[in-house]
């Protein structure tokens, strides 16, 4: 049985800083892609960053220069920097074990239950 269980969220001040985690368990880590996405109050669930099998590593424009991926045994972790209000919201792990792209919300196999991030101006 496939799991992605997510931790870390909370509330910080603007600029502050937040590290997520994403455990996997079920499958090989290295096995096809895994990425983190966000949904914030209202809005539409976007991909973060991902990194695929091979480790490499890619984050969106938004979020480029503040936040990074890393990974240590079967957690993937966002470690997020400079945060501003408009990072809030829940923050989801995704993975797909036969893909190479895990930016795309519609092409994740296996879902994490979110994590809440709050961030106050």
């Known amino acids: 049985q496939v799991q992605l269980v997510e931790s870390g969220g909370g509330s910080v001040q603007a600029g502050g800083s937040l590290r997520l985690s994403c455990a996997l368990s079920?499958?090989?880590?290295?096995?096809?892609?895994m990425g983190w996405f966000r949904r914030p109050a209202g809005g539409e669930r976007e991909g973060v960053g991902m990194?695929?099998?091979?480790?490499n590593v890619k984050m969106t424009g938004a979020v480029e220069g503040r936040f990074t991926l890393s990974q240590v045994r079967d957690i993937l972790y966002l470690n997020m920097n400079d945060l501003k209000p408009e990072d809030t919201g829940t923050y989801y792990c995704?993975?797909?074990?036969?893909?190479?792209?895990?930016?795309?919300?519609?092409?994740?196999?296996?879902w994490g239950k979110g994590t809440h991030v709050t961030v106050s101006p």
């Open positions: 990194i695929d099998t091979h480790g």
């Open positions: 079920g499958y090989p880590f290295s096995r096809g892609c």
């Open positions: 995704g993975a797909d074990p036969d893909g190479g792209w895990c930016l795309d919300p519609y092409v994740i196999d296996y």
